[in-house]
């Protein structure tokens, strides 16, 4: 990998700018100065420092986010605000993108990586990849509910969706459940309750896959994933 891409990659500004670093001899490859922005580098195998702090090579970064109600699940938007917006410079330089989408109303775990791999094969129909949602319902959801959501419900665009394992928590005027499906059609959590004449008044995913929600992380925050999360989703 060239030098300059290397340093780009890992945030130390655009080629100009890393250009004045090394102008600057505040570049070092194996304790020589570097000089050629064009030199090829192994930063698995060479050390690559900057003002004397080793530069720690990443290719891949993976994100979990408490996504907030109001943002919406895109790279840039004109006119809202993205989860992208909400990230640190030092993780938004690795460009990455939200893996599939909450609505812009809907909070909870959302999975932001530039790993299109790992993205693709989490978003396959063909994986089967399940997905959990709690939710208030307008509305009293009952046993003959689940039985319809086992089944599978006929959306209003006659789309029959797979079968969905609904948990009543608590059924009243407002009842509260989760949701585990393991399709992503666009709003299907509340279409699939508008199908059986109920309303979803919030929603909140907890889970994808094998990575759940951390319950501390506050509205709007993330963290990155610990190895062990990531070769889980693998």
């Known amino acids: 990998m060239r030098l300059d891409k290397l340093l780009s990659n890992m945030g130390y500004g655009s080629r100009k700018e890393v250009k004045k670093l090394l102008k600057m001899k ?6 020589v100065v570097a000089k050629d922005v064009s030199l090829h580098v192994d930063p698995d195998k060479q050390s690559v420092t900057v003002l004397g702090e080793r530069v720690i090579y990443q290719e891949y970064i993976y994100l979990m986010m408490n996504k907030p109600a109001g943002v919406i699940s895109a790279t840039e938007d004109l006119y ?7 990230l640190d410079p030092v993780h938004a330089h690795f460009n990455p993108f939200p893996v599939g989408r909450l ?4 909070e909870g775990f959302l999975l932001i990586t530039n790993d299109g791999v790992l993205a693709h094969n ?3 129909p063909k994986k089967h990849v399940p997905k959990v949602y709690y939710a208030r319902v307008d509305g009293r959801v009952v046993i003959e509910d689940i039985e319809q959501f086992r089944q599978g419900v006929i959306l ?10 609904l948990t ?20 299907q959590v509340k279409r699939m309750f508008e199908a059986v004449g109920k309303k979803v008044i919030y929603l909140k995913r907890l889970s994808m896959g094998n990575l759940l929600l951390d319950d501390r992380l506050k509205l709007g925050e993330y963290r990155e994933l610990t190895a062990e999360e990531i070769e889980s989703i693998r």
């Open 26 to 31: 505040a570049v070092s490859i194996d304790g």
């Open 80 to 86: 809202d605000q993205t989860v992208i917006d909400l």
């Open 103 to 106: 609505d812009k109303d809907t």
């Open 122 to 124: 989490l978003l396959s």
């Open 156 to 165: 209003d665009d006659g789309y029959h969706t797979k079968p969905g394992k």
């Open 168 to 187: 009543i928590i608590n059924s009243g005027e407002i009842s509260e459940i989760e949701l585990e499906i393991s399709e992503g059609k666009f709003h």
